[in-house]
């Protein structure tokens, strides 16, 4: 006799995912559900909601690494259970990076014998290393200034307004001054001369950039080290550099080898830079370099021994995944010094592919520099009808991802399109790019204006009863557009619930 079963009573794995009852019915969003589902389903519902974001490779706002061997890729899957800070239980893991530490610290030039160990950490980013190196100069300014019975609680730190978020973390986190050097029209980066007129006896470092967020552009710390050099011997201070090159500290050492911003400038006393940027390993490993033992407080440095054996710690978190350390020394070893030359000169050349189609549209103005990281910033000659927002925002019909934003003060006025060009991105994609922003600005002319109708380029005034128009300047009218589209792209974002 046979028996046989309704289609609901009958066995759920026999069933097409798509046919269940768990992809019929919605997930509690915000509350664990009560019950489970078979993995097939929550597979199936995650994966399809993840469709819906951007495509990791035509994001051209990050500068964050998208692609990697799938040799690595295997490293790093087999390495996703180890603990990175169980250095007794995993330690090779704590080997490799160690080595990578003094192969970073070598190619910046560290003061190291034959023999002698870099001091430097692996960190899940360079906003961890920022804090961790602002720490270490603000603890040895303290400690100088309590042994000289001078106050010491009013620290600050000298930047220029470019810098990236991470820096006014630091400061407010930590409590730190931040003094900001204002930026102007035409020049994107920190001026030397300026910084170091704003550095005084509480000044605990001043922070260059080495390849800005804003625009690539590498600002000049050979000349901010003599100047500060000159400053310190005046007046009997110290005051140190510290160099954020989370850009620009896998690119300079290979296509500007001669460029001096590194441990070979006597102030420069630690560098942060970015794994999970150019130096082409996902998102998740940053590094902290110190030029020598003495620079990094002892005092700062923790030791445990509940995981096996005596342990140094300065981090700021604790457990994190070992696997974007072994994928960075995969890379180290993987491409050497000749295959990141190859990579950077490559990721240059392509950005001059684009800057050069974007050039022979004659509609922008090219705001980023040659020598620098490889972006492309640009802005548009003549925005009075439509901005960068609006080609920013037309491009993802495209697929494409182009940040659009404002510069900081002193050139808030001033609206910018960037476009980092990574390992991944190619000249055929570089070329398509163009094609692409061509079609939008032929669009964007066949349409009215979305921002004009909402302002008026000149103003009444009344005066003896008799009414004026007063013709507003072109930089007037440019601020007044952008001050109304940033409150556009706000009330955007809060009705699309974007944090």
Known sequence: MVLSKTASESDVSVHSTFASRYVRASLPRFKMPENSIPKEAAYQIINDELMLDGN?????????????EPECDKLMMA??????????????????QNRCVNMIAHLF??????SETAVGVGTVGSSEAIMLAGLAFKRKWQNKRKAEGKPYDKPNIVT???????????????????????????????????????????????????????????????????LLLDKN????????????????GFIAPFIYPELEWD?????????????????????????VIWKTKDDLPDELIFHINYLGADQPTFTLNFSKGSSQVIAQYYQLIRL???????????????????????????RFNIVSKDNGVPLVAFSLKDNSCHNEFEISEMLRKFGWIVPAYTMPPDAQHVTVLR????????????????????????ELDTLPSRVAAKISAAEEIQKDGTTLVKKKSDLETQREITTIWRKFVRERKKTNGVC
């Open 233 to 248: 011997k005046q007046t009997g201070w110290d005051t140190p550099i510290h160099v954020d090159a989370a850009s620009g």
């Open 419 to 442: 476009v980092v060009i990574r390992e991944d991105f190619s000249r055929t994609l570089a070329e398509r790019l163009v094609l692409d922003i061509e079609k939008v600005l032929h």
């Open 56 to 68: 990791p490779r035509l994001n051209l706002a990050s500068f964050v690494t998208t692609w990697m």
């Open 109 to 114: 030039n560290a003061p190291l014998g034959d």
């Open 160 to 226: 220029g307004a470019n810098v990236q978020v991470c820096w006014e973390k630091f400061a407010r986190y930590f409590e730190v001054e931040l003094k900001e050097v204002k930026l102007r029209e035409g020049y994107y980066v920190m001026d030397p001369a300026k910084a170091v007129e704003m550095v005084d006896e509480n000044t605990i470092c001043v922070a260059a950039i080495l390849g800005s967020t804003l625009n690539g552009e590498f600002e000049d710390v050979k000349l901010l080290n003599d």
């Open 79 to 96: 390495a996703i259970n180890k603990n990175y800070v169980d250095m007794d239980e995993y330690p090779v893991t704590t080997e490799l």
């Open 263 to 287: 441990f070979r400038l006597p102030l420069v006393k630690s560098i942060n830079v970015s794994g999970h940027k150019y130096g082409l390993v996902y998102a998740g490993i940053g590094w």
């Open 336 to 362: 050497g010094y000749e295959g990141y030359k190859n990579i950077m000169e490559n990721c240059r050349d392509n950005m001059l592919v684009l800057k050069e189609g974007l050039e022979k549209t004659g």
